[in-house]
């Protein structure tokens, strides 16, 4: 009964917020219980969350309602090069991801797939060759050239920025919607994406799925894009 009163107070209090804080809900507490400890309203705030009333967009960001998790689909292509990698590069880091996803977010679709394998740095040279063996439609980032609609199911090997926002799936290291986005605004080989349609994108990404603001702006930051990226979520929002 405490969580349904709960989120129907904060839905009232919180109507004109888009977002608000851990600090703002502890003080929508203090308001009827004004020596309320912070680690009670901590507590409720993971009650709120773990029963799908709030959901947790960044470091100590809330909105109302679910989370809703990015899975991107996997083509049985793309698992087979993850799992290759995996068997044969055990101790790095990397993730894969298909261009396709963009069609759920972008107004002009796009018809046809390009296999993103990201890994460290270091080994991009020696996963490059090592997918040459099985596979004849592999690129180095380095040798790309053109427009991507040109390397269509083209696996391409790029590298992965340190740190970078992953998640696993099926026991395949797969990349974050956030880490999605970050590319897509901020990579060459992407620059078809990056003019008016970016904000089609980001607005329709942010709307569908629930997005981990600070995670995404940390990884921008990584990639020296974070202010840009950062104007970019205040003119969607405004």
């Known amino acids: ?21 851990t600090n703002d809900i502890f003080q929508f507490y ?9 680690a009670t309203v901590n507590w409720r705030i993971y009650n709120l969350v773990h029963s799908g009333q709030l959901q947790r967009v960044g470091r100590g960001i809330y909105k109302i309602g679910k989370s809703t998790t990015f899975k991107p689909m996997l083509s049985n292509k793309t698992k087979k090069v993850a799992n290759q990698v995996k068997k044969n590069f055990p101790y790095i880091n990397f993730c894969v991801w298909e261009l396709s996803v963009v069609n759920q977010f972008s107004q002009h679709l796009i018809n046809y797939n390009v296999h993103f394998v990201d890994v460290e740095r270091d080994v991009v040279d020696s996963v490059y060759y090592n997918l040459r063996e099985t596979n004849s439609k592999v690129m180095h980032i380095k040798n790309l050239y053109d427009g991507l609609s040109d390397w269509s199911d083209y696996i391409i090997v790029r ?15 797969v990349a974050t919607l956030e ?3 970050v590319d897509l605004f901020s990579d060459k080989e992407f620059i078809s994406f990056q003019g008016s349609e970016i904000y089609t994108i980001f607005e329709n990404a942010l709307d569908a799925y629930t997005v981990n603001e600070s995670a995404m702006l940390r990884y921008a930051d990584r990639k020296k894009k974070k202010e840009k990226i950062q104007s970019l979520l205040k003119t969607i929002n405004a």
């Open 179 to 181: 880490k999605i986005l």
């Open 1 to 21: 009964m405490r969580i349904i009163n709960d989120i129907n107070s904060i839905k009232e209090h919180f109507a004109d917020h888009e977002t608000f804080s």
């Open 159 to 173: 590298s992965l920025v340190s740190h970078a926002p992953l998640q696993e799936m099926h026991k395949i290291p």
């Open 30 to 38: 203090k308001i009827k219980e004004p020596q309320i400890p912070r």
